[in-house]
Antibody
Framework: EVQLVQSGAEVKKPGESLKISCKGS????????IGWVRQMPGKGLEWMGI????????RYSPSFQGQVTISADKSISTAYLQWSSLKASDTAMYYC????????????WGQGTLVTVSS | EIVLTQSPGTLSLSPGERATLSCRAS???????LAWYQQKPGQAPRLLIY???SRATGIPDRFSGSGSGTDFTLTISRLEPEDFAVYYC????????FGQGTKVEIK
C-alpha cells in the first residue's frame, strides 16, 4: 500500500527555522516525484515545488522560490520542506504529494502537517 | 502561469440531485492535463479525475469529467451524502495551479 506519512504539527515563533518531513512507503521512492502543496487557513491549494529523489532534481514555483528549500534523503525514503526564517504568513497546512512524472496528477497525498507561526 | 477559475463558488443541492461544476482556464491546458480533487473537512484532497475525463482508482462512476482546451466540467450524476465537500480543478501540464474551489453543500 502506497503511503506518504508526514511529521507532526509544529508551533514556532517568527524568525525560527523549521524542517518538516514526508516519508514514502509501498513504492519505489526514487522513481516518483514528491511535491509540496500549501493550504492557508480556510483557503485553497497552492503548489510550492517538487523534487525527484532519484537525483535530487528540484523545481520551485516562482511564488515560493527563495522562500523554502525542498530536499530528499533517498536512503530513508524521506522528503523535506524547510524554512530558515519563518513568518506569521507561513501559518498553513502543508501536504506532500506523489507524481509519476512532472506532468502528472497528484495521485497520493500525505495527511498534512499543520505549521503555526505565532509570537 | 495558467489561472483556473471555478464556478459557482458554492452549489446548494439535495442528495440525489445532479451537480455540475465548471473550471475555466486562462489559456489552453495542454494534452488535457486537467484533474479534479475532492476535499472533505479535516482531510487531505483526493484525486477523482485526471486527463480531464479518466476516473482515478476506486472512484465511483457517478463522477465524470469532460472538456478540453479552456473549458472543463465535473459532473456528479446523483449526489450521495458523502459527496458534499469542496472540489478543486488543477492543471498539471506546466507549473501546476489550482482553481479556488467549489463547495457543494446540502440544501
Amino acid at each position: 500500500e502506497v503511503q506518504l506519512v508526514q511529521s507532526g504539527a509544529e508551533v514556532k515563533k517568527p524568525g525560527e527555522s523549521l524542517k518538516i518531513s514526508c516519508k514514502g512507503s509501498g513504492y519505489s521512492f526514487t522513481s516518483y516525484w514528491i511535491g509540496w502543496v500549501r493550504q492557508m487557513p480556510g483557503k485553497g491549494l497552492e503548489w510550492m515545488g517538487i523534487i525527484y529523489p532519484g537525483d535530487s532534481d528540484t523545481r520551485y514555483s516562482p511564488s515560493f522560490q527563495g522562500q523554502v528549500t525542498i530536499s530528499a534523503d533517498k536512503s530513508i525514503s524521506t522528503a523535506y520542506l524547510q524554512w530558515s526564517s519563518l513568518k506569521a504568513s507561513d501559518t498553513a497546512m502543508y501536504y506532500c504529494v506523489r507524481q509519476y512524472v512532472i506532468a502528472a496528477p497528484f495521485d497520493y497525498w500525505g495527511q498534512g502537517t499543520l505549521v503555526t507561526v505565532s509570537s | 502561469e495558467i489561472v483556473l477559475t471555478q464556478s459557482p463558488g458554492t452549489l446548494s443541492l439535495s442528495p440525489g440531485e445532479r451537480a455540475t461544476l465548471s473550471c475555466r482556464a486562462s489559456q489552453s491546458v495542454s494534452s488535457s492535463y486537467l484533474a479534479w480533487y475532492q476535499q472533505k473537512p479535516g482531510q487531505a484532497p483526493r484525486l477523482l479525475i485526471y486527463g480531464a475525463s479518466s476516473r482515478a482508482t476506486g472512484i465511483p462512476d457517478r463522477f465524470s469529467g469532460s472538456g478540453s482546451g479552456t473549458d472543463f466540467t465535473l459532473t456528479i450524476s446523483r449526489l450521495e451524502p458523502e459527496d458534499f465537500a469542496v472540489y478543486y480543478c488543477q492543471q498539471y501540464g506546466s507549473s501546476p495551479s489550482f482553481g479556488q474551489g467549489t463547495k457543494v453543500e446540502i440544501k
